[in-house]
RNA sequence: GGCGUGGUGGCCGAGUGGUUUAAGGCAGCGGUCUUGAAAACCGCCGAACCGGAAACGGUUCCGUGAGUUCGAAUCUCACCCACGCCGCCA
């Protein structure tokens, strides 16, 4: 949510600053808010002198009353004023109900140094690693998988459907090994307290990470009970702090989570279907951070330096791809992308978005903290990054790493977690 | 799922219609005293919003929402959460 004082006191520069999202809607919202807002600020200055003055005379009453005096006539009077008080504050509420659906639907303002433009204008920030030569055609993902049965599509159709890859085998170990290593790199040494949260969370979680109102159609519903399946680990480790003014010397916090993360792909029907580039559930180590708004920059840069760090014990060649501002998500100020190449599909693949919310998630969601003893409470600011997505991480993994017999040899870091340092295609 | 008890400020806890601008305590901050510290004593000590250049003034908030009333932490209804017991169950 952006600040409201912030857009009353600066509209044009606000204006300005949302059109660089290249979202019309965005700026017809701002112009109903403006409107909204001036109309709820004419009533309350209403309704807050009336009620002032309603307090005062409750009072006389009450000494009236204590003294043992009549006070027929202030009551006959205090009547009429009771009325006018319940229609403003059904004004009021009116307003309001209108004002905040609005509110929440403003994506927040992004950071001067996002590129401007659209998805074409995202910018190579570094690259890492050597792009693998071969002297074969190296094989999608998919082939590669059924080959070395560790990759099951055709019976996830039959038992979800669509986007829900099976994982047997060393496969299923595969995805143990990786949840392992991501989180004892992590947490021995990038100071993450793990945790293990729940998948389903309540309406006010989505609403104050920003899934909800704007994004529902991306979520599974458990429609009995008003829950929500998690897109991504950031949901229930940010809403740990939701509501909570935290201690300053508590700062940065950081926490990480081996999760499911369920998405509906609603908006993406057909693209990339085969294969798993693009699915329904998946495994994900997140990585989450609340800081103090001054440290910001550094704690972006060392979020991602963290997820890259995964990239390099793995030895999967990856860039780092600053979004453009047409590209970047409704809650992000800034994001960077990792892609790791993948030799099969002969792309690069998105294994993880770091980004900073600014105070976007934390004036949603309530977390705040107390610059020093006795100070007013302030927003943190809230960063998050995938450390790393294992889908596209086990495509990388398999299509970098192919030889011309079909085996694919797994990096050093992770050979120990998987107990073998070579997957064999099945005889 | 059933029955019961309860939800008050950072924490504990009093408060059953009108001096509640929420008693008292703990923690925290400032001060007196002290070579320093502790103790003792004194003072300060919640959040959001609105008006205002500021000083300051005002409104709202006692789990959430709706209601009764001139006036609600206090009364009514619904819901949520916690704890206990029972039932079911990995």
């Known amino acids: 949510m952006i600040d409201i004082k912030r857009l009353r006191q600066d509209p044009d520069g606000t204006r300005a600053a949302l059109a660089r999202r290249m979202d019309p809607s965005a700026i017809a919202t701002f112009d109903r808010i403006l409107d909204l807002d001036r109309r709820r600020r004419e009533i309350l200055v209403r309704a807050e002198a009336l009620k002032a003055e309603r307090n005062a005379a409750t009072e006389e009453v009450a000494k ?50 996002v590129p401007d433009g659209d998805v074409t204008h995202n910018r190579v920030m570094h690259t890492w690693g050597e792009i693998p030569r071969f002297a074969f055609t190296p094989k999608p993902h998919w082939d590669l998988g059924e080959a070395l049965g560790i990759l099951d599509l055709a019976n996830g159709a039959k038992v979800a ?145 963290q997820a890259e760090t995964v990239l390099e014990r793995l030895e999967l060649p990856y860039r780092r791809l600053a979004l453009a501002a047409g590209d970047t998500g409704f809650h992000s100020a800034r994001t960077w992308d990792l892609e790791a190449w993948a030799a099969g599909v002969g792309t690069w693949l998105e294994v993880s978005s770091a980004s900073t919310f600014t105070d976007f998630q934390a004036r949603r969601a309530g977390i705040r903290f107390r610059p020093s003893p006795g100070a007013r409470p302030e927003f943190v600011h809230t960063l998050n990054a995938s450390g790393l997505a294992f889908p596209r991480t086990i495509i990388a993994l398999l299509e970098n790493n192919q030889e011309a017999d079909g085996s694919v040899r797994i990096p050093g870091a992770l050979a120990p977690y998987l107990g073998t340092d070579r997957l064999v295609a099945r005889a």
């Open 64 to 113: 009236l009353k204590r003294a043992g005096a009549p006070a027929d006539a202030l009551l006959a009077s205090l009547k009429v004023s009771a009325d006018a008080v319940k229609a403003l504050d059904a004004d009021l509420r009116a307003v309001d109900e209108a004002l905040e659906p609005e509110l929440l639907t403003v994506p927040n303002l992004l950071l001067p140094d």
């Open 161 to 305: 459907g669509s986007g829900f890859p099976i994982l047997r085998g060393m496969g299923a170990k595969l995805v143990r090994a990786l949840a392992n290593f991501m989180l004892d790199l992590h947490t021995r040494e990038h100071g993450y307290e793990e945790v293990a949260p729940p998948y389903l969370v309540n309406r006010a979680s989505m609403q104050g990470t920003g899934q909800l109102p704007k994004f529902g159609d991306e979520l599974y519903t458990v429609e009995a009970d008003g829950l929500y399946l998690i897109p991504t680990g950031e949901v229930p480790l940010t809403n740990i702090y939701r509501d909570t003014i935290l201690d300053a010397s508590s700062l940065p916090v950081a926490v990480c989570a081996w999760t499911p993360c369920f998405r509906r792909e609603a908006g993406a029907a057909g693209k990339d279907t085969r294969g798993m580039i693009r699915v329904h559930q998946f495994d994900k180590v997140e990585l989450v951070r609340l800081c103090r708004p001054e440290d910001t920059e550094a704690q972006h840069e060392l979020i991602a330096r």
